[in-house]
């Protein structure tokens, strides 16, 4: 049984009921005109081009020594991607920030342009941390890097009409990059020049203690303002879920309650817009930004505020929260850092043969959660043909089922390590992208390992982010005796990124290579017979194996579209013959039982 968070329950169910969400006071310091964020200046009817934001952010860099903006790649139309480091030590390297022990806090906003909040209030809170000053302790025992917007380009492409569901600015970003990604789903398969340079110039040399991602909700209307979401449960280090428990929704999460939000845990419900059928609060796969940094035993917390509330409302949501958090991480920056040195322990020294799970599911445990919405009519709509939320502005406040336990679904058993064999390059750029750590044999090694037989898939209906993913129905593990070459990757699983090469090279993993379409040639048959080749080949099988003869006249009496299919039937002994193909259906990376010995390996 997992824990659950009953502080944050309290904290919520003794809130005040007429504490709905406002947008509080403006700070008690007056900001110079100079120092206005453009959002500021049109009392947030608008914010600031990709282009203003990183002149405000160098202004601040020019007015303070706390700070360097600095460029980490470019996006695919060619703008360079920028991140800003504070710090009070003028610690702006990864080895500087390691040096003093401090946590270092990544806080990235736009990844979904339109949404756009987070960028508001970095520009804001950076500003007050070193210009007026009233949060410079923020500094004190913590190193903040902020990605001002990370999907730059759709940021340009801006309109009014870029968000339906959405309560201003009068004119907002593109959810997805010119080519038509999504990069809060190209984490792991790392397919866009955005997310390969966040994480091959950001993410893996800075290793940043905490990922904080700001986004806008979709989805039903309510009074919480302020939502948040992480991973949790049985695919989660468990040093990193306890730090989330405690510290950020045992700690920060009431904080932004006592300062004026109303928080909830990310409001899906089990049935769209229905509040009665319960919230599910469940774990996201490593494509997204915080199923990502939990594989790379960090905890990253998604933030959420309500698409329907006001842009300064938003913006001071978050701001609080970033405040809360950053207090927290301030007061207690050791419970931080330790929380990700146990994780990278704990990940390193999993035994081979234990049970490692890919995926969680939610059970049907329910805890009860204090529910802020407003009054609603459901009625049929005859347009629409189903019965279509009607929500009005009086409060309504009820007690609704809360699923948040998770129990482990795909599990697979931990090898000592992988072998990539040296032609699949796909594999060995993702690997170092990640910075898993790698060793090229010196010489060739050959040795038992368990490779992965494909034995049935299906490919996606629909096209999803330019791939039809593959989902992975049946595997059957297979002991082989392989040979490598000098020059093959070996991938050992004592390391801190176990978690991210498991899903990337597990056959069943469901953000893998295999998933994203990366290993299809294996899957496709390559050499075939002609049927008057295979005719008498047949004839002989059948005669020497009545097995095999069976098994042909069985297949014959029970699939019709066999028994119709020439080609079929052909294949069907192709494939049981001296020529059929080994290695088809076979994933190309394999499982070691071991390591290979040291003086195998490349220095
Ligand atoms: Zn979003």
Redesign the pocket.
Known sequence: MRVLAFPLLVTLLLAPAAALAQTPAPPAVTVPIFWRTQAERTDYRRTADYDETVRYCKRLEGSSGLIKVQGFGRTGQGRELVVVVLSKDRAFTPEQARATGKPVILIQNG??AG?IEGKDACLELMRDILITRTRAPLLDSAIVLVVPVFSADAHERRSSRNRINQNGPEEMGW?YTPVGLNL?RDYLKAESPEMRALLGALFVRWWPHLLVDD??TNGADYRHDLTYSFNHGPTVPRPVERWLLEAFEGRVVPRTAEMGHLPAPYVDFRAPNDPASGIEFGSTLPRFSVGYSTLQCRPGILV?THMLKPYATRVRATYDLLVALLEEVNARPKALTAAVAEAEAEVAAGARGSVVALTSALTDSVVPFAFKGVRTQWEYSDLIGARVPRYSSTPWDTTIALRRSLRPVRTVRRPAGYVVPQEWTVAIDRLALHGVATRRLARAWRDTVESTRVLAWTPGARSAEGHRALEVDEVRLERRLRAYRPGDVWVPLDQRGALVAMHLLEAQAPDGLLRWNYFDTVLEPKEYAESYVMEPIARKMMAENPDLAREFQARLQSDPAFAASPEARVDFFFRRSPWADPELQLHPIDRALRAPPADALAR
Do not use: A, K, Q, V
């Open positions: 990844i979904h949404e959810r809060n986004h806008t959420e």
